[in-house]
C-alpha cells in the first residue's frame, strides 16, 4: 500500500510530548502503525516519552538531531537510524540552526 504523504494533512504541534518549539508531522495512523514524516523546527524538540505498548524507529532525512536514550545523547545525521525499544524512553532535539527533516514508524505491539 502506497502512502502519499503529500496527500496527507500536515500538522502544526506546539511543545509536542511536553518539548518545545514547532513539531509539523504528516502522520498516517491507523489500528496498527502510525507513519510519519515530519519537521523539527530548529531549536525545537520532542520531550522525553517511555514507549509502552508501542515501539518507534527513526531515520534522519535532513539536518541533524540528538536523540537522548534512555538518558544517554546520541548524535545523528542523515542516513542514521534510531530505534527505541517498548519499555523504553527517548526524546528528539534539533539543536541546529536548519529544520530537521525525519521519517518515523510506531508499531502497536499487541498480547
Do not use: W
Not at 43 to 61: M, Q
Not at 80 to 88: A, E, F, K, L, R
Not at 94 to 99: C, I, M, Q, R
Amino acid at each position: 500500500m502506497k502512502i502519499d504523504f503529500s496527500a496527507v494533512p500536515e500538522q502544526h504541534i506546539d511543545g509536542f510530548k511536553g518539548g518545545a518549539g514547532l513539531f509539523e508531522p504528516r502522520m498516517f495512523v491507523d489500528n496498527d502503525n502510525k507513519i510519519m514524516l515530519a519537521t523539527l523546527a530548529p531549536g525545537a524538540y520532542i520531550g522525553p516519552h517511555t514507549h509502552e505498548g508501542n515501539s518507534e524507529t527513526v531515520y534522519i532525512l535532513e539536518g541533524e538531531a540528538v536523540m537522548v536514550f534512555d538518558g544517554e545523547r546520541e548524535l545523528l545525521r542523515p542516513g542514521d537510524v534510531s530505534y527505541c525499544p517498548q519499555g523504553h524512553t527517548h526524546s528528539l532535539r534539533n539543536e541546529s540552526d536548519v529544520p530537521l527533516r525525519f521519517f518515523a514508524v510506531v508499531p502497536e505491539h499487541r498480547a
